[in-house]
């Protein structure tokens, strides 16, 4: 018959030690990784800034610009250009102060003496549900009425690119909510816009990919 070995008293089993251990060893390793976390966040991320003023119009190069790091929230972060992104040549559509950080909509690769900046009043049900920002394309739509009610919708620019975001607090007193866009569009489109604006209803379509959208779309009620 065999005996079980005695145990000193007070004494834990093996088993138990094991788990202490490995929960010691899971802790440690939780703290170590909630620390590089923290670490990082504190780092934060760098990205574009203006080394000296810069008017509207100047061509870029990295010896205009300096590197800095930022803490933002993401949203915010996606607006302006990170230190990654190569800034040779780009065009500036804004001027920019010492010190600023460079907007992504705010650089171009165009020609910037063939667009105009113009403000589109929008409500959030006729701009992708408001869920746009700087840097974004889109096609422009006017719906009009003719004397006998009878409507037609157009396309009056395809492919034009999003600059800013119109709050309400920029317009009028009130709260902020999403109140229209700025675009940059070419100077022939730039009456046309300006009348529809003021004669239309104005929708705007988010462009995913290469447009290939044509001035030449309508629609009227006999086409559905």
Do not use: C
Not at 43 to 50: E, P, T
Not at 98 to 123: F, K, M, N, Y
Not at 186 to 207: E, S
């Amino acid at each position: 018959m065999r005996i079980a070995e005695a145990r000193p008293l007070g004494s834990r089993p093996d088993w138990l030690n094991l788990r202490t251990t490995l929960g010691l060893v899971l802790f440690l390793m939780s703290l170590l990784a909630g620390s590089a976390v923290l670490r990082s966040a504190e780092a934060g991320v760098a990205v574009w800034a203006a080394g000296r003023d810069l008017p509207e119009g100047e061509s870029l190069s990295t010896s205009d610009l300096e590197i800095v790091t930022v803490r933002l929230p993401d949203e915010q972060l996606a607006s302006y250009l990170g230190s990654a992104t190569p800034l040779d040549g780009p065009v500036l559509l804004r001027p920019l102060r010492q010190g600023e950080l460079v907007p992504a909509a705010w650089v171009t690769d165009d020609d910037v003496g063939s667009s105009r900046s113009i403000a589109v009043p929008l409500t959030a049900d006729h701009a992708v549900g408001g869920a746009l920002k700087p840097g974004d394309r889109v096609d422009v739509f006017a719906t009009l009425r003719s004397p006998r009610g009878v409507a037609k919708t157009t396309l009056l620019i395809g492919d034009a690119q999003v600059e800013g975001l119109l709050r309400s607090d920029e317009m009028v007193m009130g709260g902020d909510t999403f109140a229209g866009i700025t675009l940059s569009v070419p100077p022939d489109d730039a009456a046309k816009l300006a009348f529809a604006v003021r004669t239309a209803d104005i929708d705007v379509v988010k462009v995913r990919g290469v447009s290939d959208a044509s001035t030449a779309t309508s629609v009227t009620a006999g086409d559905l």
